[in-house]
């Protein structure tokens, strides 16, 4: 393209952006629901005490800093404008949420928008807890203010630069971004509901699951958008797809989707990146009736009959793991550093061992077109989450002192291609760009 076609091109985006903002703050409500007094899915909603419903979203994971006072805010979320710090929402009124009623809370968990009217950055996942049942939130309502411990400390500012400092701004970004509020029940099965229910409002699976589109917002929020939870990028890690017949809820059956929720690990993989968290702050305290239903529920939009359809090749299984045995001095790079530093614990058949040592046949994270998450498992390790059931952290060694970014690629390129992987090569730059990114 020429540069004056781009110039044109940029101008004829700017006039059009010009105008959508207009006619936005023209007509943009400013209050977006009036307050959402019943909800369709009290009925089907299990009402569930305060504390569980805080597990249920997640809330401490994001409000708690490290070895701070549960929920005393201040935790720094990296956005490409700046860090933004959660609030304090211990009970203490003058710096935490003391003094707000139960119609201030529910705006801020619906609508984004916090006391005294301003609107809250997107960190807050409020786009996904719109789905929240009225006896829900009451319960979180009541637990937040009468059994958590006031905190008398204020949560650090944020500070954007301008013009991203100016809230009344994401009037405009939550008109496209909120979708209707409510959760409707629609499979005439209480489990399926329950488990969409979860996946869909406290969960917030989407929030990381889900594409994005170019203004940064959820692509769809609910399964009957077809984008909903079909894979999304978050700190250079890939959230695989949760929906499909080519994503784990298809191939792994139900129990072993339950223990990888529940312990993080399971006969085909083991958490790590962002999810170790999830796994460790909210999943692992849900019951395993909730549990079951999101397995169900993900089972359910994947695939229609209960065999599992990924096919692996079990040829190239066999020749990848002889070719390895035998081990002769002419083998490719890549495969004779998997030999070395690898086969220990994945072993020649890339296959691992239940609950211990991920599969890296078929794996989602090693075949992904985002490479980040696999380059950094490789360069400084990983580890499980402690959980309740199974209290041992597992760990995998990093070798970003071991090996170079050359030896990095070839390995990985090796791996993308063993025992019928079908995935395409990496190249040392990504390596050196995922080196110089992440730190042990
Ligand atoms: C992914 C991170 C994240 C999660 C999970 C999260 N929050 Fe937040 N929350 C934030 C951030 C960041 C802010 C501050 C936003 C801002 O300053 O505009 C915030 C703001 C709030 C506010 C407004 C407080 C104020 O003083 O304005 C409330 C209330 C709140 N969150 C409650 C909750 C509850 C309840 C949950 C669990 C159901 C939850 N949050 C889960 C990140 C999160
Ligand atoms: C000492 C044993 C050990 C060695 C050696 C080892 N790993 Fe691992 N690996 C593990 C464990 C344990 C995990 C699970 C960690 C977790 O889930 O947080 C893991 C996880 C992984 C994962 C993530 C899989 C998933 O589904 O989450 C990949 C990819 C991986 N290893 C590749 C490799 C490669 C490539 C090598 C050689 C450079 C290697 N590992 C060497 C033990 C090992
Ligand atoms: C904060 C972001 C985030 C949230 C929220 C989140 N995930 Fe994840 N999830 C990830 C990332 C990143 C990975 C890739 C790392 C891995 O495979 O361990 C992942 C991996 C997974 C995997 C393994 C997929 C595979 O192909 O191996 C499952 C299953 C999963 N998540 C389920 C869920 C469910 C169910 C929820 C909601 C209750 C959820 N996640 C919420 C970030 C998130």
């Not at 952006?17 to 936005?24: D, E, K, M, N, S």
């Not at 933004?84 to 984004?112: C, H, K, M, Q, V």
Request: glycine letters at 10%; proline letters at 5%; aromatic letters at 10%.
């Amino acid at each position: 393209m020429s540069i004056m076609s781009k110039v044109l091109r940029l101008a004829g985006a700017l006039i059009v952006l010009g105008v959508i903002v207009i006619l936005a703050i023209m007509f943009v409500p400013t209050q977006r629901t009036p307050v959402q007094a019943q909800i369709a899915s009290d009925d089907v909603v299990v009402a569930s005490s305060g504390e569980y419903v805080s597990r249920l979203g997640d809330c401490m994971a994001c409000h708690t800093v490290e070895g701070g006072k549960p929920f005393a805010g201040g935790y720094s979320i990296d956005s490409p404008l700046g860090a933004i710090y959660s609030s304090n929402i211990t009970p203490d009124p003058e710096y935490g949420i003391g003094n707000w009623t139960l119609d201030d809370f529910r705006a801020a968990l619906y609508d984004g928008i916090g006391k005294g009217g301003h609107r809250l950055y997107p960190a807050m996942p409020s786009a996904n807890y719109r789905k929240l049942s009225e006896a829900d939130i009451a319960s979180l309502y009541d637990y937040l203010m009468n059994e958590v411990e006031p905190v008398a400390e204020k949560a650090p500012e944020t500070e954007l630069p301008f013009p991203f400092n100016q809230r009344w701004g994401l009037r405009l970004w939550d008109w496209v971004a909120y979708k209707d509020a409510g959760f409707e029940p629609r499979y005439n099965d209480p489990v399926l509901d329950r488990g969409a229910y979860l996946v869909e409002g406290p969960g917030h699976c989407g929030a990381c699951h889900s594409p994005r589109t170019a203004l940064f917002v959820q692509s769809g929020y609910n399964a009957e958008d077809s984008k909903f939870l079909t894979g999304g990028v978050i700190g250079g890690w890939y959230a695989q797809p949760l929906r499909g017949s080519n994503s784990v809820s298809a191939y792994w059956d139900e129990a072993q989707m339950v223990s990888f929720l529940k312990t993080g690990r399971n006969a085909h993989s083991g958490v790590a990146g962002e999810m170790t968290a999830v796994v460790s702050h909210s999943l692992q305290y849900f019951t395993d009736e909730d549990l079951t239903a999101i397995a169900k529920y993900l089972r359910h939009i994947s695939v229609d009959t209960e065999s599992s359809p990924r096919v692996l090749n079990v040829e190239a299984e066999k020749s990848t793991a002889a070719m390895l045995l035998a081990a002769s001095p002419d083998m490719e790079l890549g495969a004779r550093l998997y030999l070395d530093n690898c086969n220990a614990c994945h072993f020649s058949a890339g296959r691992g061992a239940d609950g211990v040592f991920p599969e890296l046949v078929g794996n989602s994270m090693v075949l992904a077109d985002e490479q980040g998450g696999f380059l950094d498992v490789i360069l400084n390790g990983a580890e499980m989450p402690s959980t309740a059931t199974r209290p041992s952290r597992l760990r995998m060694p990093g070798f970003r002192e071991r090996l170079s970014d050359d030896e990095v690629a070839a390995l990985a390129s090796f791996v993308r291609q063993a025992w019928g992987n079908n995935a395409g090569p990496v190249t040392a730059k990504t390596v050196a760009e995922v080196r110089a990114t992440t730190s042990k």
